[in-house]
């Protein structure tokens, strides 16, 4: 009798969006900053960045402390956006970041975009790449699921596309605790900013400059095909 072997399905692919797909941590990381000073706060912009990738309604708390979240929280988080959708137009597709999740396609990846910020931010950052038509799924701060670093949103990003063995590619140690807490494997992008030290340590497996470098290496990886 003649067996044919079974090749399991290519992994579901959840991408983060700022920093890995999009050049936007450090637009975030002065809107951030000239949030908490316009409630009269001041926020190291290096404790900022180290806090970015996180969800809003973390990152507050995380940078500042509880009293703060408790006294100027939503004003913050409202200031943020203000500030940082009057940059939105200066931000840049990451180079080979459209290439990639064409390619992740074209190699038989669901692919998905999971990100801590609300839906209506993410839209407009995702019209910056020639990207949407290939995703399978985006889910946002605004379904309801909690925020990185729990593994939620990757979990119903997975879900979304019909679930099974996942990889998540992100540029901040959140993304990599959350896929780790998910139980996924995780690829550390540099583009954000954050050492590859720092990724492994908090989970990545494999840590590349951005999403270029990641498409010239995708045979070396969880995302070779077989």
Not at 197 to 222: F, I, K, M, Y
């Amino acid at each position: 009798m003649l067996v044919i072997a079974q090749h399991p399905s290519p992994p579901v692919v959840v991408l983060d969006l700022d920093g890995t797909l999009v050049d936007s941590v450090y637009q975030h990381v002065v809107a951030w900053q000239a949030a908490f000073q316009d409630v009269g706060r001041h926020v190291s912009a290096m404790r900022v960045h180290e806090s970015i990738g996180m969800g809003g309604d973390r990152l507050v708390a995380h940078v500042a402390g509880d009293a703060a979240e408790a006294a100027v929280g939503d004003d913050v988080r409202a200031l943020h956006d203000q500030h940082f959708r009057s940059v939105l137009r200066s931000v840049p597709p990451l180079d080979g970041a459209s290439d990639l999740v064409e390619a992740l396609v074209g190699h038989g990846h669901p692919v998905a975009v999971a990100s801590s910020s609300p839906a209506d931010l993410v839209d407009d950052l995702l019209d910056l790449l020639d990207a949407r038509r290939h995703l399978s799924a985006v889910v946002t701060a605004s379904d309801g699921a909690a925020s990185k670093p729990a593994p939620d949103l990757v979990e119903l990003a997975v879900a979304r596309v019909g679930g099974g063995p996942a990889v998540v590619v992100g540029d901040t140690v959140w993304d990599a605790l959350s896929g780790e807490a998910a139980g996924a494997r995780c690829i550390g992008l540099r583009s954000g900013g954050v050492s590859a030290e720092r990724l492994l340590s908090a989970g990545a497996s494999w840590v590349h400059d951005g999403p270029r470098d990641l498409l010239e290496h995708l045979g070396e990886g969880p995302l070779r095909s077989h």
